[in-house]
């Protein structure tokens, strides 16, 4: 038996445990993936999917954004409004988690906008009827990430936090009203005296199986669907001198509706994940290999009321009927064909003047598979997206399908980050908390002090950091 359980490796997990380590805690981490040493995808020697289960970009030691761009937004209101959660520590922890990927090997350059920059994409954005964010950041690579990751987990493994990895928690144990442990999928279990799920964003599905199997509380939380957008770096460079990866917020005439732009990745790849019902879309870019091409996601925000409310299910039926459309493939299309109201065509994609830098890509009709209100906003979108950044509109620009993030459902926590149920605490993207390496980090921190915290009863004094 050990004192805390975490499930999840990804930054809310490594960072809870970077925390709990700090203590005479045994802690244990638990994650379906394997060692970012071993992590590696098929799909990039081969060109295309082969799906494996688990997904080795999703799972693992690093969790998804391990192989994402590495991008740090240091700014608490960008991957979840930690002013809600923090309150007045929001930028403590921004630094604190920025100062942890430093010392484990993150470049030391901030990429941070002059001002007179900033008030001039700022004035371009607000006379197309748009905003821009101005934020400061810090690129990784998804290059170098994985070796930043792996002396995190070094330094973990020397403090005293055990892994162990290539194995899939099926359920939890409760006892009473107390959750007490993990059932993992083989059969065994694992017992603690305190369990956090941080199992990330692919694990959001399996958090809201267990919320009503438990009856913890939680509420559904908005949901982002769009397309992921590929166009000549040459289009981009004019911004992402200024910010790497821009902030874009434009709200649509027609339906009302919130439009952003996120995870720009200049000279950056176009990737495909892979979810056990359906497949998306994502984007990366490296610190030595470019491509000739940018990409980012273009997002429309989705909130259901009564009597749907279960924006989990709305975004996963969208998101299994743009599977089935594309044979198991993301969907492109020229952005012109979708003008047109026709489905690209192999030989129009081989023909066009931007080359996909994702090849594992099935051509058609993205208004086939998405709902008409999201191609509307995405169509509105990228006209008023055109006013500042002349030329994303052409006929020749790449829009794959889909590009969702779930916000999972937001489980109800109190201030040590304990969920209704006892002993059960939550961290991280799955958990509704977060949406993103830093926020997701933040609150990994946060638990990882509630839970300090709340065992002191139980005879463990936190030690000096090693």
Known sequence: MVDVIIVGAGPAGLFAALELSRSDAKVLVIDQGKDIKDRNCPMKD?????????CQIMCGVGGAGAFSDGLLNLHPTIGGDLESLAKSEAWRLIDEVDSA?????????????????????????AAAGARFVPINQRHMGSDRTPEIIAAFKM??????????????????????????????????????????????????QWISILLDRYAIKA??????????????????????????DPKFHIVTRRYDDFVRTFCTNPGGFVVKEEYPDFIATNGHSMIVEKSENTNFAFLVRLELTRPVENTTAYGMSIAKLVTTIGGHKPVIQRLGDLHRGRRSTEERIARNTVENTLKDVTPGDISMALPHRIVMDIIEGLEILNQIIPGVNADSTLVYAPEIKFYARKIEVDGSFQSSLKALYVAGDGAGLSRGIVSAAATGILAGRGILSDIKGDGIEPAQPA
């Open 155 to 204: 330094d973990l493994e020397r403090r005293g936090v055990v892994f162990r990895l290539n194995c899939q928690a099926e359920d939890l144990i409760v006892e009473g009203e107390r959750c007490t442990g993990i059932r993992l999928a083989d059969g065994t279990e694992e017992k603690a005296s305190r369990v956090l799920l941080a199992p990330g964003r692919i694990g959001a």
């Open 46 to 54: 081969r060109g295309h999917c082969f799906h494996c289960y688990p």
């Open 219 to 244: 509420r559904y939380g908005p949901l982002d669907v769009g397309v992921r957008i590929e166009v000549p770096s040459i289009i981009m460079d004019p911004i992402t001198r200024i910010n790497r």
């Open 101 to 125: 990927f430093l010392r484990y090997g993150a470049p030391n350059m901030v990429i941070e906008s002059s001002d007179y920059d900033k008030e001039q994409l700022r004035r371009k954005a």
